[in-house]
Nanobody
């Protein structure tokens, strides 16, 4: 069982930046593919980006060029750097993890989830 804890959310103006962190309880976190999903009020949870356990990155078209996913294996932490934020990026952001599998862009295929962190972008 992997316990994930997100942090770094908050309120930011459009055009601003935030960096989300996802801390994992698993010492071998580098053997997990890591993903970020988000859910806005009244909408379904959607894939944002992911980093496979072998280092391949994937981004949704809506965030490509603005968001960057990365990890710090030494500290069992993953990050989501979000630049040029837009009001449409407002959502609760969730970190996910899957052990030594390909990236899962479908929410239901992700094994472990954090509790989420709120990101609000004002216009």
């Amino acid at each position: 069982q992997v316990h994930l804890v997100e942090s770094g959310g908050g309120l930011v103006q459009a055009g601003g930046s935030l960096r989300l962190s996802c801390g994992a309880s698993e010492r071998t976190f580098n053997q997990y593919s890591v993903g970020w999903f988000r859910q806005a009020p009244g909408k379904e949870r959607e894939f944002v980006c992911a980093l496979s356990w072998v280092g391949t990155t994937y981004y949704s078209d809506s965030v490509k060029g603005r968001f960057t996913i990365s990890r710090d294996p030494a500290n069992n932490t993953a990050f989501l750097q979000m630049n040029d934020l837009k009001p449409d990026d407002t959502a609760v952001y969730y970190c996910t993890a899957n052990h030594r599998t390909v990236v899962a862009t479908a929410a239901r295929l992700n094994a472990y989830w954090g509790q989420g962190t709120q990101v609000t972008v004002s216009s």
